[in-house]
């Protein structure tokens, strides 16, 4: 498609964590997988992983605690939320398209660790 912007690895990695988030009913405070642990399963290596949860912790999706490991922050609300409503009523906002549809119809394509 002509304008349209590729999307980074880093931002199809944010978005497959947002729906592991919601896919788990995790909420704030709740601990992650480990880093190396979300690498393996999205098929990344940890820095690459690492780079997609410090961009959610910008937004205080996720808490990234030295030692500690990765927890859910209270950012999550507004993208469960909105997930939440789609996966109650998918036909007042189109049709669904699966996990992550509110960013599949955003222009997003694909899901993190597969191969279309």
Request: no cysteine.
């Given at each position: 498609?002509?304008?349209?912007?590729?999307?980074?690895l880093?931002?199809?990695?944010?978005?497959?964590?947002?729906?592991?988030?919601?896919?788990?009913?995790?909420?704030?405070?709740?601990?992650m997988?480990?880093?190396?642990?979300?690498?393996?399963?999205?098929?990344?290596?940890?820095?690459?992983?690492?780079?997609a949860?410090?961009?959610?912790?910008?937004?205080?999706?996720?808490?990234?605690?030295?030692?500690?490991?990765?927890?859910?922050?209270?950012?999550?609300f507004?993208?469960?939320?909105?997930?939440?409503?789609?996966?109650?009523?998918?036909?007042?906002?189109?049709?669904?398209?699966?996990?992550?549809?509110?960013?599949?119809?955003?222009?997003?394509?694909?899901s993190?660790?597969?191969?279309?």
């Open positions: 498609m002509a304008g349209t912007e590729p999307i980074t880093s931002e199809r990695l944010v978005t497959g964590l947002l729906d592991l988030i919601t896919d788990q009913h995790l909420g704030p405070g709740d601990p997988p480990t880093v190396r642990d979300l690498a393996a399963r999205f098929s990344v290596t940890p820095p690459t992983m690492r780079e949860l410090r961009r959610l912790q910008a937004t205080d999706a996720v808490q990234l605690r030295h030692g500690s490991g990765v927890y859910v922050g209270r950012g999550i507004p993208y469960a939320a909105a997930q939440s409503q789609l996966r109650a009523d998918p036909g007042r906002h189109g049709p669904a398209v699966g996990r992550g549809s509110a960013h599949h119809r955003a222009g997003h394509r694909g993190v660790g597969t191969t279309p």
